[in-house]
């Protein structure tokens, strides 16, 4: 666990569950019709890792992408 | 096609045997699934992940996760133009945009409602949601004792999707009644769903005409004023469908949802208390009710002959889409058949996968909250009343249609 975490929604594959929202409002935001984007360019600040992980393990569609830089 | 000979609303109920033979003859409406599916989904899933029935002219039921994922996620295949199981398959002809639509229909009609429904619109309507609670605690709280779902879930949900559309919370016991007669006595009767559906088509097209003269800034004018994508206002027809949309599916799940987290929790202490002091803990906990007692079973068409989980599907056959069921696959959900309110992972697919993820899941998730927290701040101490009896709503969507309940700790 030694890089920066990275997150990123796929568009075609989020239907705004919004569950990642609920989980991490610190790394998602919801557009007008409720559906989620990384905010900013989806780096993950330092101590927040374990809420990237919890969204993604939470999202119904699999839409979320968790890397490491 | 109203038969003048059965304008009485007694429903005229065609023979359904009690099955002898899940696996092979399911039915949705048989009393010991009403009661207790549970068991009866654990067994169709050790046998198969598809099972069928001839029952309502053919139907499966896909029994695992995987498979209610693979249907839901198949518009090619599958149709969303009936979305009720059940006895007949009249010709369609009242849609409700954009559930009974398909692509490429589909996204423009959804995309108008979901604006209105996103979790910020929802903090919106929260306040009054509280008061709406309160109100009804107000009244029967002193008797120490109720019908919670009588007298408390029943009227939360309907009450708020009135003060969305804009409609009188006055008028709720209507609405109540068309949607027990759409989606339960409708399973079997096709007059008695045609009639409610028209006394609500009759009662929208009133509202939206005094819009016409008067305009309002509720959900009915936002639809009346919206566009589709060439520009041009939406049709009087998708107008309508979409309202009678919002009131079906924006009632009776509500309640189900809220009833069943309620008769939990009068069940089980330890949760409640739990949740009492540890407050925080509500947003998984509601996941989990939702879950473990998800209400809403959807239903699609098969249109092309294909393969699900190995099991081939033809047309002409209905799928009983169970997203409940599906919640409880224990290959998909660690101790699946228990409810674990800080479980860490939860996929559950209550308000479906795909495209058609309900428009309202926003407003549900933000309703049963304020519900049981309005509840547990007034009523900390609850449980079951063994003098009285809880029974359960048939067909598509499953939740408490009586829970009595006695307050105050037991001694």
């Not at chain 1, 557009?31 to 101590?47: Q, T």
């Not at chain 2, 002091?277 to 939702?290: D, G, K, R, V, Y």
Request: net charge negative; with cysteine; hydrophobic share 40%.
């Amino acid at each position: 666990m030694s890089g920066k975490l990275k997150i990123h929604v796929d568009q075609e594959k989020c239907q705004g569950h919004a569950r990642c929202k609920s989980l991490a409002p610190e790394l998602f935001e919801l557009d007008e019709f409720g559906n989620a984007h990384e905010i900013g360019d989806g780096s993950v600040p330092a101590g927040l890792e374990d809420k990237a992980w919890l969204a993604k393990a939470n999202c119904p569609e699999i839409a979320i992408d968790v890397t490491e830089e | 096609m109203t038969d003048s000979a059965r304008a009485d609303p007694v429903p005229a109920m065609p023979d359904h045997p009690p099955v002898t033979d899940w696996v092979h003859d399911f039915d949705h409406t048989d009393p010991r699934w009403t009661e207790n599916p549970f068991p009866i989904w654990d067994e169709l899933r050790a046998e198969c992940p598809v099972v069928h029935t001839k029952r309502f002219l053919g139907c499966y039921m896909p029994t695992t996760y995987e498979a209610v994922k693979q249907i839901a996620y198949d518009t090619e295949h599958f149709s969303s133009r009936r979305v009720i199981v059940r006895d007949v398959r009249p010709e369609i002809v009242n849609t409700a945009p954009p559930i009974t639509s398909d692509p490429p229909e589909h996204k423009p009609a959804k995309q108008l409602l979901l604006p209105p429904f996103t979790p910020d619109a929802m903090k919106r309507l929260e306040p009054r949601v509280r008061a709406i609670c309160n109100e009804l605690i107000d009244v029967f709280i002193v008797d120490g004792k109720c019908d919670a779902a009588a007298r408390y879930t029943k009227h939360i949900p309907v009450r708020a999707i009135a003060h969305m559309l804009g409609i009188p919370e006055k008028d709720s016991d209507l609405f109540i009644k068309w949607i027990h007669e759409i989606l339960e006595l409708g399973i079997k009767d096709d007059d008695i769903m045609m009639r409610a559906v028209h006394e609500m088509t009759a009662y929208f097209a009133g509202h939206i005409e005094q819009r016409k003269a008067h305009p309002t800034d509720d959900l009915i004018s936002t639809l009346m004023n919206a566009r589709d994508k060439n520009g041009q206002p939406l049709s009087d027809g998708h107008v309508l469908g979409s309202l009678r949309l919002l009131l079906i599916a924006g009632i009776d799940t509500t309640w189900s949802a809220i009833g069943a987290s309620l008769w939990h929790l009068a069940k089980t202490p330890a949760d409640r208390d739990r949740l009492i002091a540890e407050p925080e803990l509500m947003p998984t906990a509601i996941e989990e009710l939702l879950r473990a007692y998800s209400p809403v079973t959807m239903a699609r068409e098969v249109m092309k002959e294909t393969v699900i989980s190995g099991c081939p599907v033809k047309p002409g056959n209905m799928v009983l889409l169970s997203f409940p069921a599906a919640n409880r696959d224990p290959a998909m959900f660690p101790d699946a058949d228990k409810v674990v309110i800080d479980r860490k992972e939860n996929r559950h697919a209550a308000f479906g996968l795909g495209i058609h993820r309900c428009v309202g899941s926003n407003l549900a998730r933000m309703e049963m909250t304020v519900a049981i927290e309005e509840w547990l701040k007034r009523i900390p101490d609850f449980r079951l009343d063994p003098a009285g009896q809880v029974t359960w709503s048939e067909g598509t969507v499953r939740g408490p249609r009586q829970l009595p309940m006695l307050f105050g700790k037991a001694h």
